[in-house]
């Protein structure tokens, strides 16, 4: 069984609809991560978290929003999509680990949104 | 300087080649730097850490500069299953979160 796990897997909804992305790790990380992907920007960081108190913003949170239920369950919600969000989606985790504390990131299969 | 920076590519090499991407990188605190491989609508994965005094894995040699603050990852001999995208990965400036580089694509060609 994968070690990071995401669901939906695929989506296509509607401009305006809230959706809800969910990420659960079987891996025992304490830090998890939401990231967007897009055709020539790379990999953006929506949200991270560094236990269930302990949530952050990356460099791109407006319009989304998170939950950390549980040390291995992380959300990611679009309150009320747009067009522009269509994206590939990425949950990834990671322990305290290099040099500096920020040790490999494991990524999940990551969820591909359309927002029409 | 951005954060992270890589030559977009694409890198069109033939089968049995050697190929060498370069990545700057503007946080000279850092710490932690890595190379990730992507496939194709898939996870990025790790490829291997990138160590002060350079590693190797088989055909895939890491380097590290700080002086002039980039790294590279050589890999020889290349293989048609090589092809794929190459992210350089760093820590953040302010002890924030690795950033990624936006990846440099490689296709080996038969």
């Known amino acids: 069984d994968a070690d990071v796990t995401q669901t939906p897997r695929n989506r296509i909804t509607k401009t305006g609809k809230r959706i809800m992305l969910e990420c659960s790790q079987t891996k025992g990380h304490d830090r998890m991560y939401w990231y967007r992907q897009d055709p020539g920007l790379g990999l953006r960081l929506i949200y991270y978290s560094f236990d269930v108190k302990d949530i952050n913003k990356g460099e791109i949170s407006d319009g989304y929003s998170v939950s950390r239920q549980a040390q291995a369950k992380f959300s990611l919600s679009l309150e009320s999509a747009i067009p522009n969000q269509t994206a590939l989606y990425f949950c990834?985790?990671?322990?305290?680990?290099?040099?500096?504390?920020?040790?490999?990131?494991?990524f999940g299969p990551g969820t591909r949104l359309t927002v029409l | 300087r951005k954060e992270v920076e890589q030559d977009p590519g694409p890198f069109n090499v033939p089968e049995g080649a050697t190929v060498a991407f370069n990545c700057t990188y503007s946080n000279s605190a850092s710490q932690s730097f890595f190379w990730y491989r992507q496939d194709c609508r898939k996870e990025p994965k790790l490829l291997m850490s990138v160590y002060s005094s350079g590693n190797e894995d088989g055909r895939f040699t890491a380097q590290l500069n700080r002086a002039s603050q980039y790294i590279s990852l050589l890999i020889r001999d290349s293989k048609l299953s090589d092809s794929a995208t190459y992210l350089c990965?760093?820590?953040?400036?302010?002890?924030?979160?690795?950033?990624f580089g936006k990846g440099t694509r490689l296709s080996v060609i038969a």
């Open positions: 990834a985790t990671s322990d305290l680990g290099g040099a500096s504390g920020w040790g490999e990131q494991f």
């Open positions: 990965v760093v820590e953040g400036e302010g002890n924030t979160p690795l950033v």
